[in-house]
């Protein structure tokens, strides 16, 4: 069974450029998560998608982050304009609807805003 | 709104000794999961606990729940240089099956 796959690995822009991240789920998991995490520090989530619809935001910085599932599927988180402090590890994961939670968390993208 | 904390946040131990790294919660959990990430890795599912004072065991891994449903335990048995890495506690907050990872708690291991 194919993991959860994320692109790029890694990407280093400057303060102020625009960046996005792609993100291909465990086929049949309805549930996708998108989480940052800071170096040293837990994942912290963003943004959750059940199918094709945003079940939480709360965390997500809607002035500058934006994420979409458009069908259902596949995921793209964007950041514009990126700052110093968003330099992190983006990590991606999914679940199966309605069942235990446990998520399975694809490699990540490692920003560098510089 | 939910905390987790753990503790401690760094461990080093020495091969083939044993530790124990705690998970609290601000708030009582349904259920709770630990996660392994190794070092320039990603979180990797070990285990959910479900029942009050429930205990399971993965080899020389033992991941325990209170009582109370708000605070676990990870003990390690015969510490190995493969159990290098982060582990994280992880709680389930609100509806929709969202998580709280804890700040994890490090590993090191002195051969």
């Known amino acids: 069974e194919a993991g959860v796959a994320q692109s790029p690995r890694y990407k280093i822009i400057e303060k102020r450029q625009s960046v996005a991240f792609w993100c291909n789920p465990i086929?049949?998991?309805?549930?996708l998560y998108w989480y940052q995490q800071i170096l040293g520090q837990g994942p912290k989530l963003l943004i959750q998608?059940?199918?094709?619809?945003?079940?939480?935001d709360s965390q997500l910085p809607k002035d500058r982050f934006s994420a979409e599932r458009l069908k259902g599927v596949d995921s793209t988180l964007k950041i514009q304009p990126a700052k110093l402090e968003d330099s992190a590890v983006y990590l991606c994961?999914?679940?199966?609807?309605?069942?235990?939670?446990?998520?399975?968390f694809g490699a990540g993208t490692r920003l560098s805003v510089l | 709104g939910q905390q987790v904390m753990q503790i401690p946040q760094y461990q080093h131990v020495q091969e083939g000794e044993d530790f124990t790294t705690y998970c609290n919660s601000s708030?009582?959990?349904?259920?709770i999961q630990w996660y392994k990430q190794r070092p320039g890795g990603h979180p990797v599912f070990l285990i959910q606990?479900?029942?009050?004072?429930e205990v399971k065991k993965q080899k020389r891994l033992t991941f325990q729940f209170g009582e109370a449903k708000k605070n676990s335990s990870l003990h390690i048995t015969a510490t190995q240089t493969t159990d290098v890495g982060t582990y994280f506690c992880?709680?389930?907050?609100?509806?929709?099956?969202?998580?709280?990872f804890g700040g994890g708690t490090r590993v090191l291991v002195k051969p």
């Open positions: 994961a999914s679940s199966l609807a309605g069942g235990k939670n446990i998520q399975y």
């Open positions: 086929s049949g998991h309805a549930t």
């Open positions: 998608f059940q199918n094709n619809g945003v079940v939480d």
């Open positions: 708030t009582t959990l349904s259920n």
């Open positions: 606990l479900v029942k009050s004072g």
């Open positions: 992880a709680g389930p907050w609100a509806a929709g099956n969202k998580l709280t």
